[in-house]
């Protein structure tokens, strides 16, 4: 059982950079895979990136390869996301997620776990 918090969401323009955080709350964070989603306007859900459980392991989405980082902090129960090179089209609503497995995930409904989301928005 975790409970999940983003922040560092906000407004930033085109080629700049962004760091997202999740904290968790719950002793069990350490023993979850963890992931990125998006939301934009109009849009499904999509994965950006997932982390595993000691954060040995990492994918990423193809439309951020290259530009954003996730990572972990066990030791302070938190995940991050830190965005570079940001692009109008990363603009959505970017979610933390956990599931109930180790091993890293893309698939949505593979994620038992939900923050409420922060709003990323990218102008050009």
């Known amino acids: 059982q975790v409970q999940l918090v983003e922040s560092g969401g906000g407004l930033v323009q085109a080629g700049g950079s962004l760091r997202l955080s999740c904290a968790a709350s719950?002793?069990?964070?350490?023993?979850?895979?963890m992931g990125w989603f998006r939301q934009a306007p109009g849009k499904e859900r999509e994965f950006v990136a997932s982390?595993?459980?000691?954060?040995?392991?990492?994918i990423y989405a193809d439309s951020v390869k290259g530009r954003f980082t996730i990572s972990r902090d066990n030791a302070k129960n938190t995940l991050y996301l830190q965005m570079n090179s940001l692009k109008p089209e990363d603009t959505a609503v970017y979610y933390c997620?956990?599931?109930?497995?180790?091993?890293?995930?893309?698939?949505?409904?593979?994620?038992?776990?939900w923050g409420q989301g922060t709003q990323v928005t990218v102008s050009s």
């Open positions: 719950g002793r069990t964070f350490s023993s979850n895979a």
């Open positions: 982390i595993s459980a000691r954060g040995r392991d990492t």
């Open positions: 997620a956990a599931t109930f497995t180790r091993t890293v995930v893309a698939g949505r409904d593979e994620y038992n776990w």
